[in-house]
């Protein structure tokens, strides 16, 4: 069955410096990926995904991810943080040898930005 | 339009007391799921629905029960609550199981 993992549980970064979260999951094929964000106290909301065409994505907030098959990786980039961007980074990927399954999620990463 | 909705927002409940969870959602999704969400442990998927009238086992499904009797509602029970059970509750929705997953604000459910 597909796996992801996110390698790093807790990043901390001063603002403006360039943040990269890890994301790889375990089986090829047609994937869809997608990166979850989830600011304090609050749910899960969509950053960004990829289905198809350009592996690279952007997303809402400044944040972008490349899809680069050959390594099964989905990591999310940002050029500069913002202390707003404090929050925990869910990665999620669809199992490709299976149509109904749901979405296997990462266990997270917890970004700290300090001023 | 609100989406994916939860009730209720908060709760208390004694060990072996039971309880429901509701869920409702307003987008016609075919799909729905129940997470619990704990410190160090990411989402863990604890029952799902394909569609109306049908639920399946996650990843924790021991001690929960669900049901989709109304395609837009999907409802999490707890017989008979333990402190192990003490989460943060999230439901979500898509129109298919490969789709983004819409959340909804959760249950945050304390067991003593």
């Known amino acids: 069955a597909q796996s992801v993992s996110q390698h790093n549980h807790h990043v901390i970064l001063s603002e403006a410096a360039s943040l990269e979260l890890g994301c790889n999951y375990s089986?090829?094929?047609?994937?869809?990926l997608f990166w979850y964000v989830q600011y304090p106290g609050q749910h899960l909301q969509l950053l960004l995904k990829y289905f198809s065409g350009d592996p690279l994505v952007k997303g809402i907030k400044g944040f972008e991810a490349e899809f680069i098959k050959s390594k099964f990786s989905f990591n999310l980039r940002k050029p500069s943080v913002q202390w707003s961007d404090t929050a925990e980074y869910f990665c999620?990927?669809?199992?490709?040898?299976?149509?109904?399954?749901?979405?296997?999620f990462g266990k997270g990463t917890r970004l700290s930005v300090i001023a | 339009n609100a989406g994916v909705t939860q009730t209720p927002k908060f709760r208390v409940l004694k060990t072996g007391q039971s309880m429901t969870l509701l869920c409702a959602q307003d987008m016609n999704h075919e799909y729905m799921y129940w997470y619990r969400q704990d410190p160090g442990m990411g989402l863990r998927l604890i029952h799902y629905s394909v569609g109306e009238g049908t639920t399946a086992k996650g990843e924790v499904p021991d001690g929960y029960n669900v049901s989709r009797l109304k395609k837009q509602n999907f409802l999490l029970g707890l017989e008979s609550a333990a402190p192990s059970q003490t989460s943060v509750y999230f439901c979500?929705?898509?129109?298919?199981?490969?789709?983004?997953?819409?959340f909804g604000p959760g249950t945050r459910l304390l067991v003593l």
């Open positions: 979500a929705s898509s129109i298919a199981a490969q789709e983004t997953q819409y």
């Open positions: 089986y090829g094929g047609t994937v869809n």
């Open positions: 999620a990927v669809n199992d490709p040898n299976s149509g109904n399954t749901p979405l296997v």
